[in-house]
């Protein structure tokens, strides 16, 4: 059983994961807390975003393997789900739907980074 992480959960890379890293990619990961910009019930592999911290660069990691992740904060939102599998890949949605703003494409405004993840989910 693997754990779904839903958008805007706080997570980190696991230590068992961290060890198999190069020193420079470890170094860079480790002790950060990044957070989950898909919902990984809708898509397996989600997208994290570590914000800069300190000296360090803020970094976008595509379709990271939730095996790799551990949690630290629970999204605002919704409920981290055990995904439930009977030798078919289901999974179970068990949060809140938050109504989101976007700018209409021909208004003339900038949609924000999230607002652009949100059309790609």
Known sequence: MSIAFPLDAKVRFTQERLSV??????????????VTQTDSNLCRKPTVYFPTDGTRLEIRLFRVDPKHLELVEESPNSKITPELTDGENHSVRTHDTADVETSAPDSGGKLSQSEMDNLFD
């Open 21 to 34: 890293l190069t020193p420079r990619d470890r170094q860079g990961l480790a002790g950060r807390i990044g």
